[in-house]
């Protein structure tokens, strides 16, 4: 019964969280809302460590990127702006200074989102998100995310 408390209040938070915004209703169109991170590709090959445990949330220009745990639903955030390219064929995601840091935490899986991040938008629906990116060391990273609901 603890359990169910503790994901009630949590899923309170994230709508109130959400309901905030006051550009066009709290809309800001396709990327709005909560994305549940499915899985990250490196060079085209699945990586192990991302059990359903990391979202993605977009809110007017705030960006936040977070961990859950799945045994106690306790959870860390990270927090950055976000802009979308003039073509919309682009995102990028920049942490803004120190307060914000791109690593989540040194407890769980990197996400391999440097400082500043700008990824490709292969595919962006209403329900399905696919983001990549090529890092410094020239591996092409691959973000399959779903709308969570």
């Not at 066009?24 to 059990?51: A, C, K, M, R, T």
């Not at 007017?60 to 064929?89: L, M, P, T």
Request: charged share 20%; net charge negative; proline share 3%.
């Amino acid at each position: 019964m603890r359990r169910f408390y503790k994901h009630l209040a949590m899923t309170v938070l994230v709508l109130m969280t959400m309901s905030g915004c006051n550009k066009n209703n709290g809309d800001i169109g396709l990327w709005f809302g909560l994305w549940h991170l499915d899985s990250i590709e490196v060079n085209g090959e699945p990586q192990d460590g991302y059990d359903g445990n990391f979202f993605f949330l977009f809110q007017n220009k705030v960006f936040c990127i977070r961990w859950v745990d799945e045994h106690n639903h306790d959870y860390v955030e990270s927090f950055a702006q976000w802009y979308e390219g003039d073509a919309g064929n682009t995102l990028t995601i920049n942490f803004v200074d120190d307060r914000y840091s791109p690593r989540v935490s040194e407890t769980v899986p990197d996400p391999y989102l440097d400082e500043v991040t700008t990824m490709d938008v292969v595919t962006l629906t209403s329900t399905n998100m696919v983001l990549s990116h090529i890092t410094t060391d020239g591996s092409t990273i691959t973000y399959r995310l779903t709308k969570w609901k």
